[in-house]
């Protein structure tokens, strides 16, 4: 198809006369010049550009920057930022936003670009002081009694990415939006992108945030475990990574609140930077992305590494081996040990609730609530399902996310997962445990289970498409040495669940295979669990069906 170079030209141009960043503008215009004059590539990459506009869903918004409306940027931001306020205004919630930003590039500027277009809408605007973790946002939310929290982040993604991220207050409790809200909010926003954001009101008269909320934040989180049972020369050596994020100054302080003695850091990752200078991917699931921290729990001796990742929503942990090196457990098996622990309590509270997980998570905590006599329920992927149940005593998924207190923070959180790890490795520390028995015990109490995942990053998102679309078509009897029980395709509704593009396996012997397209990465993720009478065995059985599924999502 022939390009119309003058429309696309004209499209650019309007773009660039209300871009308010001049690095991104001068991008732009010096691309319409290459393109006016004729220049082939230039004019494709310009249509490219502007082919479409960010899609705002449940997980908001998350892009490369650059410009257009296909990159994150002030334009994107702003126009968001006022479809966001017109949202609540339309729809009668409080008008009333907290608003908070980490420390990749621009995550500031889009904040105050955030505050101020909500602020000239007439929206009550507190922004939080600095940059700060995605859960003290979330905390926020509820804490301050606002209808909505915005928070600019990119999370785990690459390097050059940011995102915008939206929870509600009120009835929703200061969890991240779902359907239909994310059709509406998106509606408000094309309605908004169809003029200029050179015509919005601006307001500086928001609020900052003083250092009370984050005080608050600190308390109730550190309130989430009971006092450190060990003296703090006694307790595990603990070794900290932030990952070039804003976790560490928040971490230290709820370690120190609740008692636990000051981890040794890995000085290269331990303060903001958006470049992320020592690892290529700033995810704590990557590989490589713990060398540092694992280099240093080495060196020191350490009896634990945690990393949260540059938002600290999301927290690893690995353990000694036994060989002189570190093992990183996987999210399920910290989901199990969290899970097993805030079972216990809530059982020996006398306390009924429910334990969730959502569905591509190990099915080993259903195990764990019917032992202590607790509710269990599967969620969609993505937190602000799991966030929703119904007394809710913990919920995590696989993707080391965790939710280990509801009533302080309504979704997952790094950092009050890190101090329920350091509250249980304290215990176990004061008779003589590690966190490799409490493996041990739980294997021993529940089954051995494990866990895998196979993952296809591709080019071409409509890659995806193909790939999911060929299973559905041609299904396999047998993964490998087991045969496939039974399929269950998610995709018209599945027990409550809303249409969703998953493809579950149910395998002989308690085994199972889950595909799906990821939701924030250009991937294909497989999830394998198994259970086994020990764990050499079910992590054989893992290995077996990720070579038997690989060419299968290749």
Do not use: C
């Not at 081996?321 to 199990?336: A, C, H, I, K, Q």
């Not at 919920?395 to 249980?424: M, Q």
């Not at 176990?428 to 028995?437: I, R, Y």
């Amino acid at each position: 198809m022939k390009l119309d170079v003058d429309g696309v030209v004209v499209t650019a141009r309007a773009w660039s006369a209300q871009d308010p960043d001049e690095q991104t503008r001068a991008e732009l215009d010096a691309a319409i010049e290459a393109a006016a004059s004729g220049d082939g590539p230039a004019v494709q990459e310009l249509a490219d550009r502007f082919a479409g506009r960010l899609a705002f869903g449940t997980a908001g918004l998350r892009a490369e920057l650059g410009y257009g409306p296909l990159r994150m940027n002030r334009v994107v931001v702003s126009q968001a930022a006022a479809g966001l306020a017109r949202f609540l205004v339309d729809t009668g919630r409080s008008r009333s936003v907290v608003i908070g930003y980490d420390g990749r590039v621009n995550s500031d500027v889009f904040a105050r670009d955030s505050a101020e277009v909500m602020r000239g809408l007439g929206l009550e605007v507190t922004l939080l002081p600095s940059a700060l973790p995605t859960p003290v946002l979330a905390f926020a939310v509820r804490h301050l009694g606002v209808g909505a929290g915005v928070m600019v982040t990119a999370s785990h993604n690459p390097p050059r990415d940011n995102g915008y991220k939206v929870y509600l207050g009120e009835d929703d409790e200061g969890s991240q939006i779902v359907p239909p809200v994310d059709g509406t909010i998106a509606a408000a926003i094309d309605a908004v992108a169809a003029g200029s954001i050179t015509d919005l009101a601006r307001g500086t008269d928001y609020t900052v945030a003083d250092d009370a909320l984050l005080e608050a934040y600190v308390a109730a989180t550190a309130a989430t475990v009971p006092a450190a049972g060990l003296p703090v020369d006694q307790q595990p050596k603990v070794v900290y990574t932030a990952m070039h994020g804003v976790g560490w100054e928040t971490a230290r302080a709820v370690f120190l609140r609740a008692g636990f003695a000051e981890p040794t850091t890995v000085p290269e990752q331990i303060d903001p930077d958006g470049a992320f200078p020592t690892v290529s991917f700033p995810n704590p699931e990557e590989p490589g992305a713990m060398d540092l921290a694992i280099a240093r729990g080495t060196a020191i001796d350490a009896d634990l590494v945690i990393a949260n990742d540059p938002d600290a929503d999301r927290l690893a942990l690995a353990i000694p081996d036994g060989s002189g090196s570190f093992r990183r457990l996987s999210g399920n098996e910290v989901g199990w040990l969290l899970g097993w622990q805030a079972a216990a309590r809530a059982s020996s509270d006398g306390r009924g609730g429910t334990l969730a997980a959502s569905i591509v998570s190990s099915p080993a905590l259903a195990r764990v609530a019917e032992r202590h006599g607790l509710a269990y329920r599967d969620t969609l992927t993505g937190f602000k399902w799991v966030s929703r149940v119904p007394e809710l005593v913990f919920g995590y998924e696989e993707a080391l996310g965790y939710l280990v207190d509801p009533d302080v923070v309504r979704d997952k959180d790094g950092i009050s997962a890190a101090v329920a790890l350091l509250d249980l490795a304290t215990t176990l520390a004061a008779s003589g445990q590690t966190v490799a028995d409490r493996l041990d015990a739980f294997a021993a109490e529940f089954g051995a289970f494990a866990s895998g995942q196979v993952a296809t990053r591709v080019e071409d998102l409509s890659r995806i498409g193909t790939i999911m679309a060929a299973l559905r078509s041609d299904p396999p009897a047998s993964l490998g040495p087991v045969a496939v029980r039974s399929v269950t395709d998610y995709a018209e509704g599945v027990d409550g669940f809303p249409p969703s593009d998953i493809l579950r396996y149910d395998l002989e012997g308690d085994a199972r295979v889950i595909v799906r397209p990821s939701g924030t990465e250009p991937k294909v993720k497989v999830y394998i669990d198994t259970v086994a009478a020990t764990p050499s065995e079910a992590r054989a059985l893992v290995d077996a069906l990720a070579d038997a599924v690989r060419p299968l999502v290749s």
